[in-house]
C-alpha cells in the first residue's frame, strides 16, 4: 500500500497480481514443450488481407471495438482510426502525445504533464482494454504505448453494448496475442529484447515473449511483456522508475469452448508537472519571468506552511473584490490600492526580473505521482454452432496513486472495478443478406476511496528562478492524514441490459442499431474526521438511463461508402479517481447523456492500397446542470475530421490529416460565468502583479456569449502528415509533423500560446534479426507551449514543452 494514512481496503488487486505472477511461472515451465503444435481443428477465420509495406497502417483487418461487430473502418459508419505496433516502432510513438500526428479528431493539452488519456474532440477520452472502460485516467499515470499490439481511436461516445461513455471518445488498446491468422496458435516461439537510450538519461529495457506451450495434455497460446524503465527528464527534480508486466493467453477447452485470460500491471514513479506560474504574455513571448519571494509563514520552524499557518497570518485564497470598494466576483474590481490595503499578506518582497530556464517548472524535489495499476482479464467463449456464440467477460482494473505537489495540492486514490458481461451473438445468412444481432446482459461494481487537498493551493508562492524553500512548501494533506478539501468512500453499481443489431443486406445498405438501459445505484460520504470543513455529507441514489444507437451506411460503386450516425449515450458523472460526489447524489444530477449527429464518407481504392475517411459532426450533453471540471465537462463540439493513408508500393507509405473542432463549455455559457483562478492577464486593473503572487486571487470568468465559451487550448485547425519509406536492405527513414495554430491558454483568453510546427524523425536498419533505430523528436527545436486544465488554471499556469531530444534503441529478434 502506498498510504499510511489510509483505511485497509479489499486485497482484491494483491491476490489478482499472485494469480498473475503463478501463471506466468507456469508458463516459464513449459518452454520445452514450445515447438509442439496445436490442434488444426480450429474454426477457419475470416480470410485475412495484407498489403505488404503498410506497417498494418490499411484498415484491411476486422476491429470490434467499436460497434462490437466483426467489421473493418471502411464498413464501420463511425469516425475512427487504428494505429499498429508497426506504426507504433516505425514512428517511434513512445507517448500518448505522439499519437496527434497519426490520426485525426485528438489533441491532448496538458494534465500536469501526465499523458493519462487522449483529448479527442477537444474533450477528455477514456480509456479501453480489450474494449472494456477502464478506470479514469486524466493525469493519474501515463498510458503504457509499448505493451500494444494496436491503438484504435474512436472519435464520438461508445456503443451501447460497452455501456455508459464520455461524449469525446476513447482509446482502446489491444495487447499482443498468442494467435495467428485463421485462428491456429504459432508453430514457434518468437520474441524480442530491446534497449532504448537517448536525451535526458532515458533508459528503457524490454522483452516480450509468445507462442504456443502445454501443460500436459492441454495446448495453449500465450505472450508475455515486461518493460523497465529508470529514466531522467529534461526539467529539474523529476524523473521515471517504471515496470509494466504483461500476459495474454489463450487455450480451447473442448473443440467449442475458448478460455482467454492474462492481465497487466505497471507499477509507476514520477511526478505531475504544472509547468511556469506567474503566467504572463512577456513570459510566455519572452521568457521574462517576474520573481520574488513570499513573506514567511512557517512558525514551526518545520520548512513546511500548514493550513493552520496560512490561516493565523490572514486570508490567502480570496474570491471576490468584497473587501474593495468595487465589490464583485469578476476579476475588473481589482486594484493595487485594494490589495495593499486589505491584503498586504499577499505582495512579495525583493521583486525583479529574470530570464526563465525552460527546465524551471513548478515540480518541487520531493514531490511524487505514484502509482500502482492492475488490470486483469478472463474470457469465456462458447461456439454453439450454427454461428451462436456466448461469451462471457470478467474485468477487473484497479488503481492506487499517490501525487503530491510542494506548491499545495495533494491526492489520491485506492478504487477498482470489477465487470462482467454476457455477449450473445448470432449471425445468420440469408438470401437478402448476413444479419448479426448481440444481446448483452451486464453488470459493473466501482468502488472508490479518494481524498483531495486543494484548499491551499497556491502556484506563485514559488520562485522558480530560486525553488522551493519554507517560504513556499506547504504541508500537504497527504503527509499529515488531515486537512482533506474532501475526503470520499463509495461505490455504484451498475446493472445493464444492451441489444445491437447489424444488418447488411446484398445490395449494399448496412443498418446498425442498438439499444441499452441501465440501472445504476451509488452511494458516497465524506469522513468529516478527515477533512478541514468537517463535512460528513452522504448522498445515495439510483438512477435509470437509456443509451441508443441508430447508423447506416451504403456500398457505393468505386469503392465509396457514405454513412449516418445519431446515437444517444449516457454517463456518469465520477471525478478522477472514480469517486461520485455526495451532493451531486442527492441532488440526483450525478449522471447526464450526451447526443452524437455523425456523417462522412469513407473508401478503400488501389486493391486496398488507399484508404480516404471524411466526417463531420455536431455532439453535445443534453443537459448540463452538473460537470466533472477535470474529466468530463458539459461541452458541444462541432467539427470536421479528414484522414487519408496510402501505401503507394511495398516502400512506401504516406498518410495525411485534418482537424477542425469548435468546442464550447456549455455549463460556462448557460451560467454566463464560469469559476476561476485569476492570473495576471485577468486582472488587468492590477499594474503590479507582485502584490497578489504570494496567495490567490479567484473568481467568475464572465462567458458573455459562446465565443467566449470556446474551451481553451485545443487548435481550430490542426494539420498532420507521416511518412516512411523502406529500402530492400534494410534502411528505413521515417517522419511526422503535425501544424497547431496559436491558442488560448484559459477560458478568460487572456494569454496566447504561439502556434508552432512539431517535426519528428527516425531512421532504421535491419540486418538479421537486429534492428538499430534512432528517433529525433521536435526535429527543428519549435518553441512551444501546451495549455494545462484550461478551465480553472489556464490564466496562471502552462507548460513549456521539450526542446529537440532523441532517443536510439537497439532490437533482438528470435
Known sequence: MLYPNKPAQSAAPR????????????????????????????QPAKEEIVVVGSLGALPVKDVGSIFGFDKNLVETPRSASTISKEQLERFGVSEIYDLVAQAPGTFTNSFFGVGGALDIRGTPGEVYFRGVRRLDNPGNYPTPIGASDRIDIVRGPASPIYGPSKTGGYMNFVPKSARVAKGKYMDNPE???????????????SAELRGPGKLGSQAFGYSLYAEVEDSGSYYRNMSTKQTILQGSFDTDLTPNLRLEFGGMYQNYKGQQNGGWNRLTQDLVDNGTYITGSAKPLDTS????????????????????????????????????????????????????????????????????LWNKSTTAYMDLIWDLGNDLEIKNQLFYDGYDNINENAYGFSQFHNSYVIEDKIVLSKKFTTNVGKFSVQLSPSVRYTDFLHGDDFDYEYFHRVDLTKGYDAL?????????????????????????????????????????????????????????????????????????????????????????VPYATISRQSVVIAGQGAELDPGNLKGKTWTTASKLYEGGIKGSFLNNRLYAAV????????????????????????????????????????TGAYTRTNVYNLTGL????????????????????????GGQLFGLVPVANKNQSRRAGIPKDLFSATATYSFDNGLAFAGSVSHVPSVFSG??????????????????????????????KNLTNAKYFRANFTELFGGTIALPERPRSWQASVVYKF
Open 15 to 42: 491476490g489478482l497480481v499472485k494469480g498473475l505472477a503463478l501463471l506466468l511461472g507456469c508458463t516459464a515451465l513449459t518452454v520445452p514443450a514450445f515447438a509442439q503444435e496445436a490442434p488444426a481443428d480450429e
Open 191 to 205: 520474441g524480442q529484447i530491446s534497449y532504448t537510450g537517448g536525451s535526458w538519461s532515458k533508459s528503457v529495457l
Open 301 to 368: 520552524g518545520d520548512g513546511k506552511i500548514s493550513p493552520d499557518e496560512f490561516d493565523a497570518a490572514g486570508s490567502f485564497g480570496v474570491f471576490g473584490t468584497f473587501a474593495c470598494d468595487n465589490k464583485g466576483v469578476g476579476p475588473a474590481g481589482w486594484t493595487d490600492a485594494c490589495l495593499k490595503a486589505n491584503f498586504p499578506q499577499l505582495a512579495l518582497t525583493g521583486v525583479g526580473t529574470a530570464k526563465l530556464d525552460r527546465r524551471n517548472t513548478l515540480t518541487g524535489p520531493n514531490d511524487k
Open 472 to 560: 513556499s512548501t506547504r504541508l500537504l494533506s497527504t503527509q499529515s492524514g488531515k486537512d482533506y478539501s474532501s475526503y470520499l468512500r463509495g461505490y455504484y453499481t451498475d446493472f445493464g441490459f444492451a441489444g445491437l443489431t447489424d444488418l447488411d443486406f446484398d445490395f449494399g445498405l448496412d443498418l446498425t442499431l442498438g439499444a441499452r438501459y441501465d440501472n445504476i445505484k451509488g452511494k458516497s460520504s465524506s469522513d468529516a474526521t478527515r477533512t478541514r470543513s468537517k463535512n460528513g455529507d452522504v448522498g445515495q441514489d439510483t438512477k435509470g438511463v437509456w443509451s441508443w444507437s441508430a447508423s447506416a451506411n451504403y456500398r457505393l460503386p468505386f469503392g465509396l
Open 615 to 654: 466526417s463531420v459532426y455536431k455532439q453535445s450533453r443534453v443537459d448540463f446542470n452538473a460537470q466533472s471540471i477535470t474529466v468530463n465537462q458539459a461541452v458541444e463540439t462541432r467539427g470536421l475530421e479528414a484522414e487519408m493513408r496510402w501505401s503507394v508500393d511495398k516502400h512506401f507509405l504516406v
Open 670 to 693: 448557460n451560467d454566463g460565468s464560469l469559476f476561476s483562478f485569476f492570473g495576471v492577464g485577468d486582472l488587468t486593473n492590477v499594474k503590479d502583479p507582485s502584490l497578489y503572487f
Open 747 to 776: 477560458q478568460s483568453q487572456a494569454i496566447r500560446l504561439p502556434a508552432y510546427t512539431l517535426v519528428d524523425g527516425s531512421v532504421s536498419y535491419t540486418k538479421g534479426p537486429w534492428l538499430f533505430r534512432a528517433v529525433v
